[in-house]
């Protein structure tokens, strides 16, 4: 027999009871002191991602953003090593970049003028004479957040004793592999982001991504909008091969399109669509041959599945969604266009193409993202009604199997990736 909560006892939980196998509390959504618990025991204890190599293309490239709500800068110092500091003057605690993006020499702040290199050590004091016998320079460094990479996808965290990155990502790393194939031979490169805000809990949208069941109820405008050819390919809700697997971790897959999981496994029987006849045309033009071209036209769409790292980015057919808390009811939403970096003549035709299919299901204006953050806001909002009433994520409990490789795995349309977040979930978030 399931456990219930109650309108007695859901506030006198402790945080892992909130969690059981079939559903959890909708108190994890509304609840600010809760949320004040996973900004420290998730998103300061684990791996966060932060940045894509191609953003730092060479010495004195940073990007600014956040783990948790801790303002970060990442950047490449002059040995090609790329370091997370955190983005706060050891004077008086000034942000020390407002930039989104940018070429430096170091860091100045801009209170006191203490400057710090791209490596984070403190490089300079203006009017040092006051700190002679009170204060060892070496030991002012900014605060240097623990940085690993795998397969380009950069990440931090602020614990120095957690396991390794590429054991954090297990099984992963496989799948990581996979969706980097989709330059089409050559490296994948950010393209462009876009940001927007939606009135919800952090977890509403991790669960989203690995959320097939929705698919056709949400995005039916945009199911109208496409070719046929495009549609009939995201028409998985019936298909016994799509399926989802729980990699660990907190993290999962969901493979909407199979046949597309791994680029490189390609008969040739599969026909280009003829929506790409000019691309193909232009690709020919520029010297390309006919099996060099199919391999670009054929991964215009992305990989045909979502890749969910918990706790806060997802690499979903061909972009990055990454999740940023802002409080309790509020999240930060990032889209990070990608396409493969090359010669001009070559990859400026794709890339455009491939801008205008992400503008058109996940730009702004877009087909997808609108339908999916009303969705979004409307748990939200749906939540602050009876905190005892359950989130169910039970569907295909029962069907669940073991794929060859071990994972857990069910129907693409099942809840397998949101059940094992939510056990990465409870793991974190029980006492030390």
């Known amino acids: 027999m399931t456990a219930e909560f109650t309108a007695e006892n859901v506030y ?3 945080p892992p009871d909130l969690v059981l196998e079939d559903r959890v509390a909708g108190r994890m959504y509304t609840d600010p002191e809760l949320f004040e618990l996973e900004m420290t025991k998730i998103f300061e204890r684990t791996w966060v991602w932060v940045a894509h190599e191609s953003e730092l293309p060479k010495a004195g490239s940073f990007k600014s953003t956040y783990v948790g709500r801790q303002p970060v800068i990442v950047a490449k110092d002059r040995k090609g090593n790329v370091n997370t500091l955190l983005n706060r003057c050891r004077h008086r605690g000034a942000s020390l970049c407002e930039k989104r993006t940018g070429q430096v020499n170091g860091f100045t702040c801009p209170y006191h003028a203490w400057s710090y290199g791209l490596d984070g050590k403190l490089r300079g004091i203006p009017y040092p004479e006051g700190y002679e016998g009170v204060m060892e320079k070496g030991d002012m460094g900014l605060r240097k957040l623990r940085t690993e990479s795998y397969g380009g996808m950069i990440f931090a965290t602020f614990d120095d004793g957690i396991e390794p990155l590429e054991d954090f990502l297990g099984d992963v790393k496989l799948w990581l592999d996979r969706f980097m194939k989709q330059g089409g031979g050559y490296p994948l490169k950010v393209l462009g982001t876009h940001q927007f805000k939606f009135r919800g809990n952090w977890k509403i949208q991790l669960e989203n991504t690995t959320d097939g069941y929705h698919f056709p109820i949400v995005h039916r405008s945009w199911m109208a909008s496409v070719d046929s050819e495009t549609a009939d390919m995201m028409s998985f809700m019936t ?3 799509a399926t989802t697997h729980n990699l660990g971790n907190g993290h999962s897959v969901m493979q909407m399109v199979p046949e597309h999981s791994d ?3 390609d008969d040739g029987t599969e026909p280009l669509q003829p929506r790409f006849a000019g691309l193909v045309a232009e690709l020919g033009s520029a010297g390309l041959d006919d ?3 199919r391999k670009l036209v054929r991964a215009m769409h992305g990989t045909g599945f979502n890749l969910n790292l918990f706790p806060n980015v997802s690499m979903s057919n061909s972009f990055l969604r990454v999740l940023r808390p802002i409080s309790v009811d509020e999240t930060l939403i990032e889209h990070v266009a990608l396409g493969p970096a090359g010669p001009a003549e070559i990859v400026d035709p794709v890339n455009r193409e491939r801008l205008r299919i992400h503008e058109h299901f996940q730009g702004p204006f877009g087909f997808g993202t609108p339908d999916d953050a009303e969705g979004w806001d409307r748990v939200q909002r749906g939540a ?8 169910m994520v ?8 073991k794929s060859p490789e071990g994972w857990v795995t069910s129907h693409v349309t099942d809840e397998s990736g949101m059940r094992t977040a939510y056990t990465k979930w409870k793991q974190m978030m029980s006492d030390d």
């Not at 602050?384 to 989130?391: N, R």
């Open 12 to 14: 006198d939980l402790a």
């Open 239 to 241: 298909d016994p091969t």
């Open 263 to 265: 680029l490189d496994a």
């Open 291 to 293: 099996a060099a071209v």
């Open 384 to 391: 602050q009604a009876a905190p005892e009433m359950p989130i």
């Open 394 to 401: 039970n569907r295909g409990l029962a069907r669940e199997t």
